[in-house]
Nanobody, 123 residues
């Protein structure tokens, strides 16, 4: 199985982007899909996840109210809508998947990781 991100771009502060995560090769409904980001010189941060089995959604405080995660189970796609972007949102964004995983504070993904998509927010 695999996941692959797309949609990263360069955007002005206050703008919006939608990242996509395409999943294939595994039973999508059994997985938690998570979004992480890593800025230069900083640790990787889990920012949002969605449990395709029970619908649980979680957001980190750093993105709550600005980012929205959604899942299209028919297409095996997960989206991260990012609004009111700030320069501090600049990072490489990764999606990842965990079978029967946990979606919440300090969630971890181990099964599949994408290669990342660069988001750059200009001030």
């Amino acid at each position: 199985g695999q996941v692959a991100e797309s949609g990263g771009d360069l955007v002005q502060a206050g703008g919006s982007l939608r990242l996509s995560c395409a999943a294939s090769g595994f039973p999508f409904d059994d997985y938690v899909i998570g979004w992480f980001r890593q800025a230069p010189g900083k640790e990787r941060e889990g920012i949002s996840c969605i449990n395709n089995d029970d619908g649980t959604i979680w957001y980190a405080d750093s993105v709550k109210g600005r980012f929205s995660i959604s899942s299209d189970n028919a297409r095996n796609m997960v989206y991260l809508q990012m609004n009111s972007l700030k320069p501090e949102d600049t990072a490489v964004y990764f999606c990842a998947a965990e079978e029967w995983g946990y979606c919440g504070v300090e969630f971890q993904m181990h099964d599949f990781w994408g290669r990342g998509s660069q988001v750059t927010v200009l001030s």
